[in-house]
């Protein structure tokens, strides 16, 4: 009911302007580019109720709603000189976007060359090993933390600082007791006190099908090379995100997250502060 009110409001005001300004004209109704908006916005409304006294459901002319909140900036004169100064600024920001878009590009397809697929290395156990029917293992190793401090390791072919021999011991009682120090040949399945350190079968560093933070951090593509390049220059977690590729691919990768971020992250900082002043 409130939002039937408001729509009537706003189309009387409409039709009172109309009459007292005239329709066309430059310094009519129409004239203004605010006026032209609410104009829109308003007979975008009467489509969006003649449907619905048809039963018709349109979603593209329900969407319009959003655009509602924008009728209040006319009548704020504040928001109005604001909102025209932003619009103003536009096209002085059209060569910086540009140089972000180029830099986005350029280390985005480096980014896809170097690392697609890196992210998913897990150790796995060998495809030929046999477990105990008593022991019940994950097919590769998982942390504790899995989804957001996973153990990526470096394939054979790669130079990357994390292999499978890294994969800590595992530890007896749940995790909090002592490193446990046997192999499989000294298993028992009918002793509980057997420690077998069963951390130190997974050999085989291969591909998985995970990539860190729920498949959101990945070089698989240029659309989630993006997507980390962005989390970069934002300077939160841009760490755990070098250290991932360090640890798969080559201790070298850090000179392509510095390099990032001396022509990202610290080029838009005075941006920055200029929109804040």
């Not at 408001?6 to 302007?17: D, N, S, T, W």
């Not at 593209?60 to 100064?85: D, E, G």
């Not at 980014?111 to 293992?137: H, I, K, M, T, Y």
């Not at 499989?184 to 997974?202: D, G, L, R």
């Amino acid at each position: 009911a409130f939002d039937d009110f408001i729509f009537a409001f706003f189309a009387v005001e409409m039709v009172v302007k109309m009459v007292a300004l005239g329709i066309f004209g430059k310094k009519c109704y129409l004239g203004d580019t605010w006026n032209r908006l609410d104009f829109f916005i308003v007979i975008a409304g009467m489509l969006e109720y003649s449907l619905d006294l048809q039963n018709v459901s349109f979603s593209a002319v329900r969407t319009v709603r959003v655009l509602r909140p924008l009728r209040a900036i006319n009548r704020v004169p504040s928001m109005r000189i604001l909102v025209t100064l932003l619009l103003d600024t536009l096209p002085m920001l059209g060569n910086v976007l540009l140089l972000c878009f180029f830099v986005f590009f350029i280390f985005g397809i480096v980014g896809v060359q170097l690392w697609a697929g890196l992210l998913r290395n897990r150790c796995f156990l060998p495809e030929n090993f046999s477990l105990p029917l008593s022991v019940d293992l994950e097919r590769y190793y998982q942390t504790e933390n899995e989804d957001e401090s996973p153990f990526i390791c470096s394939q054979p072919r790669e130079n990357g600082m994390r292999s499978c021999r890294s994969v800590p011991t595992l530890r007896g009682e749940g995790g909090g007791g002592p490193p446990c120090g046997l192999d499989y040949e000294a298993y028992n399945s009918s002793s509980n006190t057997t420690c077998v350190n069963w951390n130190q079968y997974y050999t085989n560093c291969s591909a998985g099908e995970h990539n860190p933070f729920k498949g959101a951090i990945n070089f698989d593509n240029i659309g989630y090379a993006w997507i980390a390049i962005f989390q970069v220059i934002t300077l939160e977690g841009w760490v755990d995100i070098m250290y991932f590729v360090m640890d798969a691919h080559s201790f070298y990768n850090f000179i392509y997250f510095i390099l990032l971020i001396i022509f990202l992250a610290l080029r838009t900082s005075p941006v920055e502060r200029a929109f804040i002043i």
